[in-house]
């Protein structure tokens, strides 16, 4: 079973805030929330993680509900460069370091 | 210029023909990984190393294997690739297990006929 479920794509005008939702249900206590995106077939490109806190960093903000069941990335003003596909992720740590579970993404589309 | 490399970046073979991609990173990190993406499954990790000599299964190893016997390189291995194994694979490497950023490669595409 997926670890994350995304919608499979959003629009948002340019200059808006764009808001990604996500569902992690399963999630465990120690486990994280990482988020990435994707332009094209570009290796994918780190924005954010968080366990329980908010977070927010010089590209977006996450908010992560108080029983952690599901998250939103936040961009606070889309722009046309912000077109991709984001990824939510749950981070399992292990013995021997870290497994990554990646959703299947939403396609995000910024329109003029 | 810091960065992941992966060869070759495209790369046709033939069920059952042994082949090696390489990865290198250039970073002094310790946490490398191989993921594969596939059309509407988002990327699935297949085998990562959180230091040389010390590796783990993802979460689809199975026709895969891997090798971290320096800290810059983690090769990946198909010893008999198949038709299934068609995949963009990537590549990536974070300072530690514990550093929130991984850093990735820029991709191979893999056709195996």
């Known amino acids: 079973d997926a670890k994350t479920t995304q919608p499979p794509s959003m629009d948002c005008a340019e200059g808006r805030a764009a808001n990604l939702p996500c569902n992690h249900s399963t999630i465990s206590g120690n486990e994280y929330v990482y988020w990435y995106r994707q332009i094209h077939s570009q290796g994918p490109q780190y924005i954010i993680h968080g366990l329980k806190n908010n977070e927010t960093n010089e590209m977006a903000s996450l908010i992560i509900t108080e029983d952690r069941k599901s998250s939103t990335l936040i961009l606070p003003h889309a722009t046309l460069r912000d077109t991709a596909v984001y990824y939510c992720i749950v981070r399992v740590a292990t013995n021997t370091g870290n497994q990554f579970y990646f959703g299947t993404g939403t396609s995000l589309t910024v329109i003029p | 210029e810091a960065q992941v490399t992966q060869n070759p970046r495209y790369l046709i073979t033939v069920t059952g023909k042994k082949l090696t991609v390489t990865c290198s990173q250039n970073m002094n990190h310790e946490y490398m990984s191989w993921y594969r993406q596939d059309p509407g499954l988002g990327l699935r990790q297949i085998y990562y190393?959180?230091?040389?000599?010390?590796?783990d299964k993802g979460d689809v190893p199975e026709g895969y294997k891997v090798s971290r016997k320096e800290k810059r390189n983690f090769p990946l291995i198909l010893e008999s690739p198949s038709p299934n194994q068609t995949s963009l694979y990537f590549c990536?490497?974070?300072?530690?297990?514990?550093?929130?950023?991984?850093?990735f490669g820029p991709g191979t595409r893999l056709l195996v006929l």
């Open positions: 990536a490497s974070s300072f530690s297990r514990h550093k929130e950023t991984q850093y």
């Open positions: 190393s959180m230091n040389v000599e010390v590796t």
